[in-house]
C-alpha cells in the first residue's frame, strides 16, 4: 500500500474518506500506546468531518486528543512539540482533495514512521478497551505560535517601520497569521483573499504567477513594496517584487539561506536543500562560508538530522528548504511560510529587494510537468536512469533523487516523478533553458510511451 506520498497523505476525498481518516488515527494511537495528539484542519469544507473521524479513530485508539480547530499547518505543528499533532490538510491541492499530514515533537514524521502507519493500517489496527479511550479537550495554540514567530524573526533583519506589505492569504489559513504578525513587527499590511474560504473561490490554493494575477496588479499599481502569495495551509510562499513580477523560489531561498549562514556562530553552518534546487544557493552559501547539503523532495527533517549526524558537533544547521518550503531550525523542525514570511520581510526592510537580489546568478530557469500514470512511474524512472545519461554522456550523474545531470559551466538538469500527482517532473537551469528541456523531455516522453 502506497499510502503516504512526499508531503503525508493526500488526495481525492473519495480515497482519503472519513473511514481513511477513523483507520489512520487507531493506528496512531496503537504506535504511540496512549500519548496525546494535536488535530487541527484547515479550511476545505471536507475537513471537520475528517478531523472528526481521526479524533474517533484516535480517542477509540487510546489516545486523548487535544482539539485546535483551523489552524496553519506549522501552528499546528509548533504546537505538535513535546508531543503528537495531526493535520487535516491537502495542502496547496483543489478543494476536492485532502489529506493528513503527522507530526512528532515539531516534525513531519519520518519514512520510518511512516512505514510503521501504513502497516498498521494494512493489519487493521485494534481498539482500546472500553475504559482506556482517551479523553478530548480543546486548544487553542494560535496566540502564542504568532508571538513565536514574531519574537524569533526579530533576530534578523530590521524593524517593518511602516513598511507597506501586500499579503494574499488565498483564502487559507495564513489569514490567521501573516498578517497580524507582521502587523505586530511594525509593517502596514494589505491583506488580499484573507477570508477562509475552503472552496477557494477567490484564486486555486496553489500560489503562482498566475494565481497571484490580483496581488501582482495590486503590487504594482499600489504603495507595497513586496507581495507575499501563500498556500491554503500556510506551508508555501511566494515573494512578488515590487513591479509585480514573481522572484523565483531558489533566489528567495538563496537570500534567506546566505543570511543565516552569516548569522551563524558555528564552525560548520550547513543548509539542506533538495536536488531540483538551483545552484545559485550553493553559491551564496558557498560566500558566506557555509556548504550545502542535499536531500530528497519531501525528506528535510531527515536530511536535517542526516547532515547533524554526519558533520558532528561542530556542525549546525542553520537552514532547510526545498523551493516554496523552508524549515528554521533556530525556531523550529516544521516547515514554516509564515515565519518565512517574517524573516523575509525584515530583510528586505533592512537592505531592500533590488539589493537583496544583485548578488544571487539567476540563470534561466524551468520545470516542466509530463504526465504520467502512477503506476507507470516506476519503469519509466527505471528506463530514465539508462537513457539520460547515455544522452547526455559527458554529464556527472545522481540517481539518489530521480536522475540528476550535472552539465559544463554549473548547469544541470534533474528528472522526478511526483510524489503526489501523476507527473514525472523536469528541472533545468541553462544558459539554453528551452534547448536543454526539450532535449530531456524528448527521452521522457519515449519512456512513458515504451511503458
Known amino acids: 500500500m502506497d499510502l503516504f506520498g512526499t508531503a503525508g497523505i493526500r488526495g481525492p476525498v473519495t480515497e482519503v474518506t472519513p473511514s481513511l481518516a477513523l483507520t489512520v488515527g487507531r493506528a496512531v494511537a496503537a504506535r504511540l500506546d496512549g500519548e496525546m495528539v494535536v488535530i487541527a484542519r484547515d479550511g476545505r469544507e471536507t475537513g471537520q468531518t475528517l478531523a472528526s473521524a481521526a479524533e474517533a479513530g484516535l480517542t477509540s485508539g487510546g489516545s486523548p486528543v487535544r482539539r485546535a480547530g483551523q489552524l496553519p499547518t506549522p501552528a499546528?505543528?509548533?504546537a505538535s512539540e513535546g508531543r503528537h499533532g495531526m493535520m487535516i490538510t491537502a495542502s496547496h491541492n483543489p478543494p476536492a482533495d485532502n489529506g493528513i499530514k503527522l507530526f512528532a515533537d515539531?516534525?513531519?514524521y519520518d519514512s520510518?514512521?511512516?512505514?510503521?502507519i501504513t502497516q498498521l493500517v494494512e493489519e487493521g489496527p485494534p481498539q482500546a478497551g472500553a475504559m482506556e479511550w482517551g479523553d478530548v479537550e480543546r486548544l487553542d495554540p494560535l496566540e502564542a505560535y504568532r508571538e513565536r514567530v514574531a519574537t524569533y524573526s526579530r533576530g534578523i533583519g530590521a524593524e517593518l517601520d511602516g513598511l507597506t506589505v501586500a499579503v494574499d492569504c488565498g483564502s487559507g489559513m495564513a489569514g490567521l497569521a501573516t498578517p497580524q504578525i507582521l502587523t505586530t513587527l511594525g509593517g502596514d499590511v494589505q491583506a488580499l483573499n484573507a477570508n477562509i474560504d475552503g472552496q477557494f473561490t477567490a484564486r486555486e490554493s496553489k500560489p503562482t504567477a498566475e494565481s497571484l494575477t490580483d496581488l501582482r496588479r495590486f503590487v504594482a499599481t499600489g504603495p507595497a513594496k513586496l507581495g507575499i502569495g501563500h498556500d491554503g495551509d500556510a506551508d508555501r510562499i511566494v515573494i512578488v517584487d515590487g513591479d509585480g513580477e514573481v522572484v523565483h523560489e531558489d533566489t528567495i531561498l538563496a537570500i534567506i539561506a546566505e543570511r543565516y549562514v552569516e548569522a551563524s556562530t558555528a564552525a560548520d553552518p550547513v543548509v539542506v536543500?533538495?536536488?531540483?534546487?538551483?545552484?545559485?544557493?550553493d553559491e551564496r552559501v558557498d560566500a558566506a562560508?557555509?556548504?550545502?547539503?542535499r536531500v530528497r523532495l519531501g525528506a528535510l527533517h531527515e536530511g536535517?538530522?542526516?547532515?547533524?549526524?554526519?558533520?558532528?558537533?561542530?556542525?549546525?544547521?542553520?537552514?532547510?528548504?526545498?523551493?516554496?518550503?523552508?524549515?528554521?531550525?533556530?525556531?523550529g523542525g516544521w516547515i514554516d511560510a509564515v515565519a518565512s514570511a517574517a524573516v523575509f520581510t525584515r530583510l528586505v526592510a533592512a537592505d531592500g529587494l533590488p539589493a537583496l537580489r544583485e548578488p544571487v546568478s539567476e540563470r534561466p530557469y524551468r520545470k516542466v510537468s509530463i504526465e504520467c500514470p502512477d503506476e507507470a512511474k516506476g519503469g519509466v524512472m527505471e528506463t530514465l536512469r539508462e537513457r539520460l545519461p547515455e544522452t547526455?554522456?559527458?554529464?556527472?550523474?545522481?540517481?539518489?533523487h530521480g536522475v540528476r545531470l550535472e552539465l559544463a559551466d554549473g548547469e544541470w538538469t534533474l528528472v522526478r516523478p511526483s510524489g503526489t500527482e501523476p507527473y514525472v517532473r523536469i528541472y533545468a537551469e541553462s544558459d539554453t533553458v528551452d534547448q536543454l528541456v526539450d532535449s530531456v523531455s524528448e527521452v521522457v516522453k519515449k519512456a512513458i510511451e515504451e511503458e
Not at 392 to 400: E, I, K, Q
Open 76 to 78: 499546528l505543528a509548533c
Open 106 to 108: 515539531g516534525s513531519e
Open 112 to 116: 520510518t514512521a511512516e512505514a510503521e
Open 273 to 281: 536543500t533538495t536536488p531540483n534546487a538551483s545552484g545559485r544557493i
Open 289 to 293: 562560508g557555509g556548504r550545502v547539503e
Open 304 to 331: 536535517i538530522a542526516a547532515a547533524q549526524q554526519a558533520g558532528g558537533p561542530e556542525t549546525r544547521i542553520v537552514f532547510a528548504a526545498e523551493p516554496w518550503k523552508h524549515i528554521h531550525p533556530g525556531l
Open 392 to 400: 547526455f554522456p559527458d554529464a556527472g550523474v545522481d540517481t539518489d
